[in-house]
């Protein structure tokens, strides 16, 4: 159905349209039936929207995760951020599938940043996602200020910092505020 409304789109000039159309079936992870469509987008239309999404689908059909990693910053700012989150996801799914928990972490990491500055959740929340409030905690412990002043900040014990801490770590496989400085940092 997508394919056939995309046809017709290109057939009366709406290439913008068409190509927007076409982020549905990246969405569903179509980027195989949507890739020739993509091409011929590119060809036809100027517009750098149209190339951000075929440069996407190229990376998506193969689960290229560095590339989405690469490209979802740009993605955001054309406003298509839901494709971007949904692709990166797609891309952690298929990191942890070939064993690769590095980029699994890092596609996962950035898909929930971006989604936190979304009006909206990613479609899959899970228990191992960062509350806003651990999210702030790790910001702060990255940015190298002690379990006391983050409690003196937000007003929380020493203590409770601690086990925030203990969750971050856990949720983001981090082993301490190193590990958790450079990874915050590759976001």
């Given amino acids: ?42 060809q036809l239309s100027p517009a750098p929207l ?5 440069a996407w689908g190229d990376a998506s059909a193969p689960a290229d995760v560095v590339r989405l990693c690469e490209l979802a910053p740009s993605l955001v700012s054309a406003g298509v951020a839901a494709l971007a989150v ?6 952690a799914q298929a990191a942890a599938k ?11 990491l950035l898909a929930r940043r971006l989604a936190a500055d979304m009006d909206h959740v990613p479609a899959e929340p899970s228990g191992d996602e960062l509350t806003e409030r651990e999210w702030m905690i790790a910001r702060a412990a990255a940015g190298r200020k002690r379990s006391r002043e983050i ?4 007003g929380l014990s020493v203590r409770t910092v601690d086990n925030h ?15 958790l400085e450079r ?5």
Avoid at 183 to 187: K, Y
Wanted: proline letters at 1%.
């Fill in 1 to 42: 159905m997508i394919v056939t409304a995309v046809t017709e789109g290109i057939i009366l000039g709406h290439f913008l349209l068409s190509a927007l159309t076409l982020t549905v079936a990246l969405r569903l992870g179509q980027a195989a039936g949507a890739s020739d469509q993509l091409q011929l987008l590119t």
């Fill in 86 to 91: 949904d692709g990166l996801l797609a891309g």
């Fill in 151 to 154: 409690g003196q900040q937000l």
């Fill in 98 to 108: 070939a064993d690769q928990p590095e980029l699994q972490r890092k596609a996962t």
């Fill in 50 to 54: 149209v190339a951000r999404i075929q």
């Fill in 183 to 187: 990874v915050l940092a590759e976001l």
């Fill in 165 to 179: 801490l203990a969750r971050i770590y856990r949720k983001l496989g981090v082993t301490g505020r190193d590990e």
